[in-house]
């Protein structure tokens, strides 16, 4: 992978990034505040001379689309969003396909003074999807900055396939309950001579280790996860409707993803130590992999009848799946019952009596009430007559 600086200006850098095979501009921005900086910023954008078809614009670009891409906070300036939406129209961007939270900033303020917006984008040329067609945006959680870091992926990483090797880890010394499982497990007996002995303690406090750390740590990426997943959960409770209750549980569980990144980072780096030795300047690939691997979301979610489909075999499955019940006439849904929504006006009695057929008597009885509607209506018409002749 090769980086060169293709062009710089005040609010922008842009690097020409290849591979030997592919190389597209990533364009880097970091737009001012104002709305006259942000035009000159437009306007240089769209001069440069490329030279190269693949584009690619990330990062700060401090303005919206529109309303909906922020909640609370002032209105932005309708002409500057114009401005923004113009020179994305002109240059035939469109957004890159993107996960996490949905709004990149907040102010970091407390209770009702807090507020968030969409200011960070990746935009691209429809083209660079025919070379990048996974490329794809992962928001993740705010720590020390008020913008979410962005991790844009190409391609999927390599799986690790075997039993992983034990590693003594260097966040377990930090826990307060460490020496206690050590201690247990070196204590305990074993018979044999005294390198036997030795042995069969190491293997003995290995064996402890593996089982404590998966009791008490588990898997650390799962627990940052979990977190910034309740985090950007009571972000989006504090956006509909602001309670100090739920305030005050965001902070703490800000505190506990803070406290658990600590112990993943003492374990990366660690990890970058001893690759180190092995594999000299490759290490800081490694390194930055593995930030990567503990943040990445491999492919967008489905939800289809409570379903969570999280790959794209389990998405194909259920979309067959799903077709196939449906063409065959299986209902996945059960019809609701709507009878006791309508009130009965008619009994069951005077139902029965309207749909069963006519008796004879009341065929004769309607009969003889026709003739009789027709004898009067004779004898009108005669009276009419004889009064216009007498006239």
């Known amino acids: 992978m090769s980086v ?23 364009n880097v921005i970091y737009a001012k505040c104002t709305r006259a900086d942000r035009c000159r910023l437009w306007d240089e954008l769209c ?15 401090n303005i919206i689309r529109n309303d909906s891409e922020r909640c609370g906070g002032r209105p932005r300036l309708l002409g500057a969003m114009e401005d923004f939406n113009n020179w994305i129209q002109q240059g035939g961007l469109i957004q890159m ?64 396939y075997g039993p992983a090797p034990f590693r003594f880890q260097q966040m377990w010394v930090e826990h307060q309950n460490f020496l206690d499982c050590v201690r247990q497990a070196w204590e305990s007996r074993s018979g044999g001579s005294a390198i036997q002995n030795l042995i069969m303690k190491l293997k003995q406090t290995k064996v402890a280790l593996c089982a404590w750390n998966k009791r008490v740590f588990g898997h650390t990426v799962s627990h940052i996860v979990t977190l910034e997943e309740r985090v950007e959960e009571l972000e989006l409770k504090l956006q509909l409707h602001w309670e100090e209750d739920i305030d005050r ?21 660690q990890m970058a130590k001893l690759k180190w030795k092995v594999d000299g300047d490759r290490n800081s690939k490694f390194f930055h992999a593995c930030l990567a691997n503990k943040r990445r979301k491999r492919v967008l979610e489905m939800c289809s009848n409570e379903v969570v489909y999280t790959s ?11 077709f196939s019940n449906f063409l065959q006439g299986v209902s996945p849904v059960e019809n609701p019952n709507l009878e006791g929504l309508i009130d009965s006006v008619i009994s069951g009695e005077e139902n029965a009596s309207l749909v069963r057929a006519p008796s004879l008597d009341e065929v ?3 009969y003889l009430l026709f003739l009789l509607i027709v004898l009067l209506v004779l004898m009108v018409l005669a009276l009419g007559s004889i009064k216009a002749i007498g006239r």
Not at 47 to 61: I, K, P, T
Not at 124 to 144: G, K, M
Not at 145 to 158: G, N, W, Y
Request: glycine share 8%; aromatic share 12%.
């Open 47 to 61: 001069a440069q001379s490329m030279g190269l078809q693949l584009c690619m614009y990330v990062g700060d670009f």
């Open 249 to 269: 549980e965001l902070q703490g569980a800000i505190l506990d993803l803070a406290i658990w990144r600590h112990r993943e980072e003492i374990r990366l780096s």
């Open 312 to 322: 794209p075999e389990s998405i194909h499955q259920g979309a067959v799946d799903y």
């Open 364 to 366: 004769l009885m309607l």
């Open 97 to 160: 396909a993107s996960k996490g939270s949905v709004f990149s900033w907040c102010n970091g303020q407390h209770g009702l003074a807090r507020s968030w917006a969409w200011l960070d984008h990746v935009l691209i040329e429809v083209s660079f999807l025919s070379v990048f067609p996974n490329a794809i945006c992962s928001y993740l959680s705010r720590s020390t900055s008020d913008h979410a870091p962005m991790c844009i992926e190409f391609k999927q990483d390599l799986f690790s």
């Open 4 to 26: 060169n600086l293709f062009r710089m200006g005040e609010q922008y850098i842009s690097l020409r990034v290849g591979d030997g095979v592919e190389q597209f501009l990533l």
